[in-house]
């Protein structure tokens, strides 16, 4: 189960935790993936995934420096994004699902990646190539929320929170600040352990979860097993 159904579970029935009855709100977990939970003023709520989240950023950060991630994003803000590239990984047929929809590392990796890049028509420099994948990741993450809702407040968790210039693109995309779920309570690297640690409580209180409406489930179940070993 992904990231985005867990919250929300949370956000469905501890809804002091991220809901506002004044104002939409979005969750975003820019994870490997990102995800979006869509928290309505009014009405139920609902989540996807959006895409690649740090996926692709770590796996070509990781090829072209040895290391597991482009620290606040950095290396990214050293370099300037394709065009060309920018267009053929928007040319995406997942982007264009409409939701509920849910991928991961299967579709978006590093040989993705690259078939990307090698149909470019002239050789792109690494930390363009990191800007690039910067870009696409923010405006990916812009078109969920716009299409939630104009006005929404955002906030982010997940590692991405820590990509100075992810958040910074985010902001200026969508006009607004956008914020980490810190000012909601919750630090940005803590909402998925809160949530999954949620959804284990609820297992061993028996209590059953609807899980339908991003699921397809026929009938609200228990989510998982208690095991005793000796």
Known sequence: MSFAKAVEFVSKNLQEFFHDTKYDR?????????NITMLARRGACSAYDIGPGNVLLDYWNYKERGTRFDKNGSWAASGQYSDELLNKMRTEPYLELSPPKSTGRELF??????????????????????????????????????????DAEVYICGGGAHNSLLMESLSSKLGRNVATTSDLGIGPDWVES?????????????????????????????????YLSD
């Open 194 to 226: 809160a949530a999954f640690a949620w959804m284990a409580k609820q297992t061993i209180n028996g209590e059953k979860l609807e899980t339908s409406p991003f699921t397809g489930a026929s009938k609200p179940s228990i989510l998982g097993g208690i």
């Open 109 to 150: 990796n590093g040989p993705w990646l690259e078939e990307k890049i090698s149909q470019c028509s002239e050789s792109i420099q690494p930390n363009n190539v990191q800007a690039t994948l910067c870009e696409f990741t923010s405006r990916n993450i812009t078109d969920a929320i716009i299409n939630f809702s104009t």
């Open 26 to 34: 979005t969750i975003v977990n820019i994870g490997g993936i990102a």
